[in-house]
């Protein structure tokens, strides 16, 4: 849980998007050892992308990274497995999940050393979850009137029960929530200066928001709004990788490693094709409509082969590398466009008038909605090889690199010269210092996209997919200017000032004014069709301060950050800030050992200045044409316009450990969000009898939680 505190990160909302010096979620690589790691949305504050038990620390590369980082446009996180430290079984059960680590050590009569880790995480059943986590899953599983009657103009119709009248007794269900994590890694130490490493994680996570249904019988159709029933996600996610490290002579280390990541999500849900609105004074009711099952995929397959050496000589440190990756990846999905939609109503006669002799009618309305299933198929093969000097010449280091990388699709090769410079004055009247200098170009050759779903009964508001680019588009590119002066007054405490800006001058955003002509039932799709180029830029700065003694660790920060998009086919070309971007931030933690075996700490967040108000499907599918863009008074194509309350959250944690003969008790309690603030996520637009009012979407309340470990 410490990863929202860390200087530069965000976690923007409890879907786990994180974000490294501002920008977009899909601009930041997660890897583990190394490896490519495609993880899915998931309840982040409560539940962990990774079993932690298996993690020791995690190596943050923020704006300006080095050639040997890769080629991404925001930054890396590289999460790194626990296979260092004493051999002990650890075992805890807290109300999220049981978990436990085996990690063992052994020298064997040659001398030469072993290092096992087994690590396991298992989910526990919304019994025994806390109830504000039960709440908010069902909070978010109720459905969205406003994305069906929106189009039609029929603002108050948009009430909470509805979507259950119209469609016969659709009620939501109970959701739930699953997640299994397994991790194992060993390293055989031949000699000092040599090992072999090899890790293996993988991980499912399984989210349903069932919906029960009446059992009216409908005739489907293609053309037509979304409403489902039985919201289930699948996500599993693998890795596997195995790794040599040597010394040559006393100068040279050399690295080699191949590695496979494997993903794959699965969305089944039965859709309610609404192709009809019967509407009276106060209801409406679905014709010609049915309950069908569909099913949206992802898969993601890559594999690749690594290798580098790096020779120290006199004041030089070189390093050169190659690399080599593979990357297959499809999906089938249901994707929708209101583009060319049009309302229709017919005026239908009761062929047997009244004793007053008037006619009763009805009115149907339409809003043609073109939707259908499409499909993608990408293969990606690109070879990369980089090289950097890092020269000390006495208080200045210089650090210039440069990755070269061969698309052989397109026969081309894009260069990205890296540069970084750090100098530093380490006895100063005031203490000592530190200043670096970082700068880059970047490209991002496989993407991530979050696909919005024009879809009234979707527990997420998109679909997270990744993409290897193909050959309709070119590679998105950024450039990397970032600073950092640091002071250490005296070994306590320390001060630091980070500044960055990023310029996005050729992004890839996925867009949802698709032609309707392209989306026929089957169709194969290339990515020039559902990607559109966006130009930004991500600017900031950060003040931190921290102390560090024997019992305690504090540290506080604040951040001024900037992030902003525009493209010719969003928002009418209006610039607008980056969806969940705060552009205040403020966060404070304190751990502190009260007593050798008590230990308190304090964790603080503010966001505030948050705008992008509503649900995301609002913005996308009518905020980019101006004919769905306004509605009884909010225009969706102004996302900066609809401002979010500010955030605010305190969490307490407290731990007791007991010696227990050879083994350890650690018995730890925790309250989230101590002051029960209501903390809005995003709103809905439903009809209060009078008008469009917003109605948020929460963050947990107060959470209270204990969990108890053993440690052998």
Do not use: C
């Amino acid at each position: 849980d410490r990863l929202a505190y860390r200087s530069g990160i965000t976690l923007s909302d409890v879907t786990a998007d994180i974000r490294v010096d501002g920008g977009a979620t899909g601009d930041v690589a997660l890897r583990l050892d190394g490896v490519p790691l495609l993880l899915p949305r998931t309840v982040a504050s409560f539940v962990g992308p990774l079993g932690a038990p298996a993690l020791d620390r995690i190596e943050v590369r923020r704006a300006g990274f080095e050639a040997a980082a890769g080629s991404e446009l925001g930054g890396v996180l590289d999460f790194r497995h626990a296979l260092t430290g004493p051999g002990r079984l650890d075992l805890q059960m807290d109300p999220y999940a049981v978990s436990g680590r085996l990690r063992m050590n052994r020298t064997l009569p040659s001398g030469r050393q072993l290092f096992v880790l087994g690590s396991l995480r298992h989910g526990l059943g919304r019994s025994a979850r806390p109830p504000a986590l039960n709440r908010m899953l069902r909070d978010w599983s109720v459905p969205d009137p406003f994305l069906v009657v929106a189009p039609l103009g029929r603002y108050e119709l948009a009430t909470a029960d509805s979507i259950s009248t119209a469609f016969g007794g659709l009620v939501p269900g109970e959701p739930d929530l699953s997640y299994d994590d397994a991790h194992v890694a060993a390293r055989f130490r031949s000699r000092p200066a040599s090992s072999w490493d090899f890790s293996f994680h993988h991980g499912s996570r399984r989210l349903a928001g069932s919906r029960r249904s009446g059992s009216r019988s409908y005739e489907a159709t293609a053309d037509s709004p979304l409403l489902s029933s039985d919201d289930g996600y699948d996500w599993r996610s693998t890795m596997a990788q195995v790794r040599h490290e040597t010394v040559i002579g006393t100068r040279t280390f050399v690295e080699a490693q191949a590695w496979l990541s494997r993903y794959r999500m699965d969305h089944e849900y039965r859709l309610a094709s609404l192709v009809g609105v019967l509407l009276d004074e106060a209801s409406y009711r679905a014709q010609n409509a049915s309950l069908d099952a569909s099913l949206d995929e992802n898969g993601v397959t890559a594999w690749g082969l690594n290798a580098s050496a790096t020779h120290a000589r006199n004041r030089h440190q070189f390093t050169l590398g190659l690399e080599t990756r593979a990357t297959e990846s499809r999906f089938d999905l249901r994707l929708a466009s209101v583009t060319g939609g049009t309302l229709t109503e017919t005026v239908v006669l009761d062929p047997v008038p009244n004793d007053d002799l008037s006619v009763d009618t009805d009115t149907t309305s339409v809003f043609a909605v073109r939707h259908a299933r499409v499909h993608n198929r990408t293969s990606l093969f690109r070879a990369a090889a980089f090289g950097s000097d890092r020269v000390v010449l006495g208080r200045l280091t210089l650090e210039p690199g440069i990755r070269l990388t061969l698309l052989p699709d397109r026969a081309t090769v894009y260069a990205e010269p890296r540069f970084r410079a750090s100098y530093a004055w380490p006895r100063t009247a005031i203490g000592a210092l530190q200043a670096t200098l970082a700068s880059g170009l970047y490209r991002q050759f496989e993407g991530q996209y979050d696909v919005s779903s024009l879809n009234a009964g979707s527990f997420f508001p998109s679909t997270r997919i990744w993409l290897p680019i193909d050959h309709t588009l070119r590679p998105p590119r950024a450039l990397h200017l970032a600073s950092g002066l640091t002071w250490k007054p005296d070994r306590m405490w320390t001060a630091r000032v980070d500044a960055w800006w990023k310029r996005l001058d050729r992004g890839l955003a996925f867009h949802y004014g698709i032609d309707p002509a392209l989306l026929q039932e089957g169709a194969i799709l290339d990515q020039a069709d559902l990607l559109s180029p966006v130009k930004g830029i991500d600017r900031g700065v950060g003040v931190s301060a921290g102390v560090r003694t024997s019992v305690l660790w504090a540290e506080v920060r604040y951040e001024r950050a900037s992030s902003v998009r525009d493209g010719a086919g969003f928002f009418g070309g209006r610039t607008v800030s980056v969806q969940g971007h705060a552009p205040h931030r403020a966060t404070g933690s304190v751990d502190w050992s009260v007593a050798r075996s008590v230990e308190v700490g304090f964790r603080g967040e503010a966001a505030w200045g948050r705008t992008w108000g509503f649900r995301q499907a609002y913005y996308d599918y009518f905020g980019h044409d101006p004919e769905t863009a306004r509605h009884a008074g909010y225009d969706l194509s102004d996302p900066d316009a609809h401002r979010l309350p500010a955030f605010a959250t305190v969490d307490v944690t407290a731990s007791w450990t007991i010696p227990l003969g050879g083994a350890d008790l650690v018995v730890r309690g925790e309250i989230r969000n101590l002051a029960d603030r209501r903390n809005e996520v995003d709103r809905q637009l439903l009809w209060d009898g009078e008008a469009l009012r917003p109605v948020p979407r929460l963050y947990p309340g107060r959470v209270v939680a204990a969990a108890v470990r053993v440690v052998w």
